[in-house]
Nanobody, 115 residues
Framework: QVQLVESGGGLVQPGGSLRLSCAVS????????MSWYRQAPGKEREFVAT???????DYADSVKGRFTISRDNAKNTVYLQMNSLKPEDTAVYSC?????????WGQGTQVTVSS
């Protein structure tokens, strides 16, 4: 059974930082690409960042230079370090992967950027 469990969301002031985690089970983690997406109220879900098993990391233009995706294959966990947060970063953040022809999502974690 594939499971993705996010954590680390919360309320932060503009300019602040948060680190999200996504713990994965049920896959051979070192073999999968991992991605983060977000969905703000009233908007469609959008891509944030992806980290392949090897190769180039990619970011949405809106987060380049502020967010960093990383992975720890020993812990089966992917991270999203978010710095210089803006109110427009407020959203539910979810991690995502593909395995055996299926796409899997976590339940999401709320990030609210507000003063």
């Amino acid at each position: 059974q594939v499971q993705l469990v996010e954590s680390g969301g919360g309320l932060v002031q503009p300019g602040g930082s948060l680190r999200l985690s996504c713990a994965v089970s049920g896959v051979i983690f070192r073999l999968v690409a991992m991605s983060w997406y977000r969905q703000a109220p009233g908007k469609e879900r959008e891509f944030v960042a992806t980290i392949p098993r090897t190769g180039n990391i990619d970011y949405a233009d809106s987060v380049k230079g502020r967010f960093t995706i990383s992975r720890d294959n020993a812990k089966n966990t992917v991270y999203l370090q978010m710095n210089s947060l803006k109110p427009e970063d407020t959203a539910v953040y979810s991690c995502n992967t593909g395995w055996a022809g299926n796409v899997y999502w976590g339940q999401g974690t709320q990030v609210t950027v507000s003063s």
